[in-house]
Nanobody
Framework: VQLQASGGGSVQPGGSLRLTCEAS????????IGWFRQAPGKEREMVSC????????YYPDSVRGRFTISRDGAKDLVFLQMNDLKPEDTAVYHC?????????????WGPGTQVTVSS
């Protein structure tokens, strides 16, 4: 099982990025897929998750209304659309298979992609 996040970059506050998660070794439709971020000196934080059972989506207050998670079943991809980015969103973002959506524990995760928000 391998997961790979891509699509990070540097943007100004208020900008947008779309992250993409690809997997190998399993069909992502069969799993809940989450995104978490890790910034230096800060705790890891789950920023989104999409459930495999009912398609429900989880967002913490810090990103709700700005981030949107979605699946492309045909391409077996999961996306994280991030709008109205803020400097505090700066972190390395990883996609992962959580134990349960909303709980910051994971079975598998891959290399992350850096997101930097600064003016």
């Amino acid at each position: 099982v391998q997961l790979q996040a891509s699509g990070g970059g540097s943007v100004q506050p208020g900008g947008s990025l779309r992250l993409t998660c690809e997997a190998s070794g399993f069909n992502m439709d069969d799993y809940s897929i989450g995104w978490f971020r890790q910034a230096p000196g800060k705790e890891r934080e789950m920023v989104s998750c999409i459930s495999s059972t009912d398609g429900s989506k989880y967002y913490p207050d810090s990103v709700r209304g700005r981030f949107t998670i979605s699946r492309d079943g045909a391409k077996d991809l999961v996306f994280l659309q991030m709008n109205d980015l803020k400097p505090e969103d700066t972190a390395v973002y990883h996609c992962a298979t959580p134990i349960v959506c909303g709980v910051d524990e994971y079975d598998n995760w891959g290399p992350g992609t850096q997101v930097t928000v600064s003016s």
